[in-house]
């Protein structure tokens, strides 16, 4: 082949290139909108889509909270949301941001976060509910304000386990043990669903501090949502078509690494308040199963 013929080749191929990738990153960002991925469900206008869906905010006042949810149902998937949290004297107010299948035994994957009195850390409340059956709570501080800005809230999701993160850094993790005698959520489909309301019979200080509604509303933010994710419709799985666009194979067998590992250890050293696994008042006649085992 000529050199000119070559040359024009290569530059024929980087324009390709260029446009795949560039589109690529056009329906990225196109995905992450609020107007097309989520409803806002309740709070008779508390709750907004802004900024031309790249912003959602929910309030609380006294009359009422507010909260939406995916149109999308999951059965398995990385998911991240970016949240800035209530400021100031958030006492008694919960934000929920979790994964939830219907049902009577319905599966959960659950971050709260439970407001506090100025100057106080939140508490970050973590539960898995699996069947129906949950009491699985771990709490945590965090390492920074939550309210100064937005960080960002990751749920792990695949067949073998569960993992919890904050900015990158897993802080819970949740091992698939069925075959040791411990159910885990992996048949049924969840949206993603988040929530602003009043808690204060037992959000801050076990119910003694009540939310001050002078400070309301209360309002939390979110944005940069993405699912990487097998999305279920019509009783079927995207990452099972055959013309699916969902690429599960980088997390569908994710698991934490050396590096994870280590930083797992260190949430959970200088940041854990609370373990149900390690409760003895609670469970007097023994720690549930998951607890010795692993």
């Not at 097309?36 to 709070?43: M, S």
């Not at 939140?122 to 390492?143: A, C, D, M, P």
């Not at 069925?178 to 959520?185: D, I, L, S, Y």
């Not at 037992?202 to 699912?227: L, Q």
Request: charged fraction near 20%.
């Amino acid at each position: 082949m000529a050199a000119s013929s070559l040359v024009s080749s290569r530059v024929s191929i980087s324009l390709l290139l260029f446009v795949a990738i560039s589109s690529a990153a056009l329906l990225a960002t196109a995905s992450a909108n609020f107007y097309k991925d989520f409803d806002v469900t309740w709070g008779d206008g508390r709750g907004k889509i802004l900024e031309d869906g790249d912003l959602l905010t929910l309030s609380l006042d006294k009359a009422s909270g507010s909260g939406f949810q995916s149109r999308n149902e999951y059965l398995f998937g990385k998911i991240n949301m970016e949240l800035k949290l209530v400021p100031g004297n958030s006492a008694g107010t919960v934000t929920a941001y979790y994964l939830s299948s219907n049902g009577s035994t319905w599966d959960e994957i659950d971050f709260e976060f439970l407001g506090n009195l100025s100057g106080d850390p939140y508490i970050l409340h973590t539960n898995v509910f699996s069947q129906g059956k949950g009491n699985r709570e771990q709490q945590f501080y965090l390492w920074f304000d939550p309210t100064a800005d937005f960080h960002t809230y990751s749920i792990l999701w695949n067949p073998q386990r569960i993992i919890f993160s904050v900015d990158g850094t897993p802080i819970r993790e949740f091992e698939n043990l069925e075959g040791r005698g411990v159910a885990f959520p992996k048949n049924q489909p969840m949206r993603i669903y988040s929530s602003l309301w009043n808690a204060d019979d037992w959000a801050t200080r076990g119910g003694r501090v009540k939310t001050d509604w002078s400070n309301a509303p209360f309002t939390a933010s979110y944005r940069n949502f993405s699912a990487d994710a097998c999305v279920w419709s019509n009783g079927g799985s995207s990452c099972s078509s055959s013309n699916s666009t969902a690429s599960p194979a980088s997390w569908m067998s994710e698991a934490l690494d050396a590096t994870s590992q280590e930083r797992l250890e260190w949430a959970r050293k200088n940041y854990m308040i609370y373990d149900y696994c390690k409760d003895g008042k609670r469970f007097p006649l023994g720690f549930p199963a998951e607890c010795n085992l692993g």
